[in-house]
């Protein structure tokens, strides 16, 4: 059988991944560095630690009947509370930012996920492997396999509300399978519909798995604090307001907020407060007419009700063609990375300009620039009981 190469322990390797072919098409000396000698980056990043606990927390909310998935992520972020390893990005700040933006995220997904094709009970699975042989009997390249653990399979409503329209016959089943792929980022995923379906990671998915429904459910990691003319999420429905809807802050009262429906609103607050340009009446009669206007047009809500964080689902439907494309590119990764192995050819493609700048990747700056602190800082040689843990799928 063929092999992608034989890695430091003298195991012939043919398991294939999506983010394994990232790393080649970066840059095959980063594959080489990372997937052949081993080398890995010390799990000191609070995002990674971040997104596992939020994902494990969905999935106790599923396997626990609905119940308890908030105070779960709390005890689950609380291990990371003493360590001073973890290196936190500006939108995460520190453990503590991270515990509160997390508590609020997990909330919003248990007040939200009735509405969801994503399902209480046995029809959702989570953390389902499919694995794919790419060239079955090949001489050169047989017995290679693509493999990818997908987030959740969710065996859904044929014709829900957020899933793309389409013709469902009786003989397709009573189910329409779809992959939910759980991500955590600082910027918002686009808003369009459909837009899951043109991500690279899902499309190689559905070709492997053969389900053509894809959907990303996108956490946005937004800080804290609240202010005039910030956007909110609401956790907790009432007044008017469904759980998960969008307002924004009109006013800050100690503990709770005034909120209205758009930005506009805010212009004609400032003009029934009698606003002129920098200067605003400040006198009891204005604030009586503002409260007044509140009252009609705004609701209040305790802050603990709602949050800066913001959870969208975006769901798509791959085409045959599309996740065609994506075999294919595994084709071509494997068929690369094979003759890489065979002819001991890594060449470092790495760039430091647009439109390939990779100055802010760790293996350029330990591996290339030769920065032997940060290397030393940042990773860790794999041993034998640990190497093949490296071709797990890479957390987002």
Known sequence: MAHLYVNSKGTPWRKHSYSAGCDFDQCPYKYYLRRVLGWKERDNRASFMFGRALEESIQFHHDNNGQGAADDFLRRWAVHEKNGELKYTNAEKDWL?????????????????PSLPIYIGSRSVFQRE????????????????DA????????????????????????????????????????????????????????????????????L??????????????????????????????????AVDGAHAWVVRGDFLLDEMDKVRGKKGKSADESPEAEARVLGFLNTVGARFPLTSLTKQKMQFNAGRVSNASA?????????????????????????????RYPKDDRNDAYFRAFVLEDEMFKKQTFVKSDEASFDNLFDEDPE
């Open 97 to 113: 930012t991270c515990k509160t933006m997390g508590h609020d995220m997990i909330r919003l997904y248990v007040a939200v996920q």
């Open 130 to 145: 499919y694995a794919k042989e790419v060239f079955p009997n090949d001489p050169n390249y047989g017995g290679i396999e």
């Open 148 to 215: 990818g653990k997908l987030d959740i399979i969710s065996y859904a409503e044929p014709t829900h509300p957020l899933l793309p329209a389409i013709t469902w016959k009786s003989e397709d089943g009573a189910f329409r399978p779809l992959i939910v792929d759980i991500k955590t980022s600082a910027v918002e995923f686009p808003e369009q519909p459909g837009m899951a379906a043109f991500d690279s990671q899902l499309r190689r998915y559905s070709w492997l798995s053969g389900i053509r429904d894809v959907s």
């Open 217 to 250: 459910l996108w956490f946005k990691k937004c800080g804290l604090g609240y202010k005039r003319g910030y956007t909110a999420t609401v956790i907790d429905a009432g007044s008017g307001y469904a759980a998960g809807e969008q307002c924004v802050i009109a």
């Open 324 to 352: 065609d494309d994506a075999g294919r590119i595994a084709q071509r990764q494997i068929i690369q990375i094979v003759n890489a192995w065979k002819n001991k050819e890594y060449p470092n493609t790495f760039g430091v």
